[in-house]
């Protein structure tokens, strides 16, 4: 079989699918299916990851903060911006712990506020 032969079989399938095979045509509209609107159960969350970012961040700053509130001997082994580092640390550890209760607290508090609405399935492309 020669090039213009295959061509030409090529042009005989365009053209029968130009001619509205709906077996061949391959751009053709699909038709408009429409379902039927679902009840859905709407639930509310809390977003854990920023509840505990938030709180770890504002105790590093209100445990540095705190350090410069009390002085340090002149004689001392340690100096200032060692107590700042340290009192950050444990300022952040105790914000880590009271913001996972406080996300655990707000998230019992959030299941409880439920609701339900219609959703309707559409097919987007």
Request: net charge negative.
């Amino acid at each position: 079989m020669s090039n213009e032969e295959f061509a030409g079989e090529g042009q005989a399938e365009d053209q029968a699918a130009s001619a509205g095979d709906p077996a061949t045509v391959g751009d053709a509209e699909p038709e408009a299916v429409e379902h039927a609107p679902i009840e859905v159960e709407l639930q509310r969350s809390v977003r854990y990851a920023r509840v505990l970012i938030g709180a770890t961040v504002i105790g590093v700053i209100l445990g540095a903060v705190a350090s410069l509130f009390f002085p340090v001997a002149e004689d001392a082994d340690y100096t200032l911006g060692q107590v700042a580092g340290l009192s950050a640390v444990i300022g952040g550890v105790i914000g880590l712990a009271v913001g996972a209760i406080l996300a655990l607290l707000l998230g019992i508090i959030a299941k409880r506020s439920r609701g339900a609405a219609l959703a309707v399935q559409t097919d987007v492309r």
